[in-house]
């Protein structure tokens, strides 16, 4: 039932995309979206099991989902500035959980894996809006969206395998805000370009 609920807002994220009349065979980013969507509710389902072999299996499903999210955000533009500032952030987050997996040596590789993966799908996410000149409101959603998705991610590392901290509420909040503006940016494709 815990899992059941937790599924439920990105099961409604799914239907709001299908019913929004997009042609799914011809809308490529709604269809690595839908995917996605429906890898992390099964990453869901992994993490709200009490073993550690679950968690390592919600954390895979999780890790697909980055997969197909960048490969919805594409690889253009490069924006090779956001993707240094994002290294230093990951890397510094890095540095900081690695002292508390010294001695979970399987776990501590996994983890390295999936900030990488999501680090890179909140730079693909940001790539058209931070720091470029020429951004649009649908462009920020994702860039919002992914950063908010590395929040959410990084508490919950930090919780489970750190120290308390924060209370479910925080990284439930940010975790549906993150799909829910990352399913905004990718389903809605016309947006005017803001120029400083």
């Known amino acids: 039932m815990k899992a059941l609920l937790k599924c439920i807002p990105i099961l409604f994220l799914c239907t709001y995309i299908l019913t929004r009349g997009i042609n799914m065979c011809t809308h ?3 269809q690595k979206l839908i995917a996605g969507l429906l890898f992390s509710a099964a990453g869901d389902i992994f993490r709200t099991t009490s ?10 499903m999780f890790g697909l989902t980055h997969v197909f999210y960048i490969w919805m955000f594409g690889a253009e533009p490069l924006n090779l500035l956001a993707g240094f500032y994002l ?13 508390c997996l010294w001695d979970q040596k399987p776990i501590q590789w996994t983890t390295y894996i999936y900030i990488s993966l999501i680090g890179t799908m909140a730079w ?10 020429h951004w649009s409101w649908i462009k920020l959603s994702g860039t919002i969206g ?7 991610d990084f508490t919950y590392a930090v919780s489970m395998y750190c120290f308390p901290a924060s209370n479910f509420g925080l990284i439930a909040a940010t975790y549906y805000a993150a799909q829910m503006l990352i399913s ?13």
Do not use: E
């Open 28 to 30: 490529s980013k709604a």
């Open 51 to 60: 073993t550690q072999l679950y968690h390592f299996y919600g954390d895979s």
């Open 87 to 99: 290294m230093a952030i990951g890397t510094i987050y890095l540095l900081f959980l690695n002292r």
């Open 124 to 133: 693909r996410a940001s790539a058209g809006a931070l720091f470029n000149q």
């Open 146 to 152: 992914g950063m908010l998705f590395m929040v959410s």
């Open 184 to 196: 905004l940016s990718a389903v809605n494709t016309k947006s005017q370009v803001i120029k400083k």
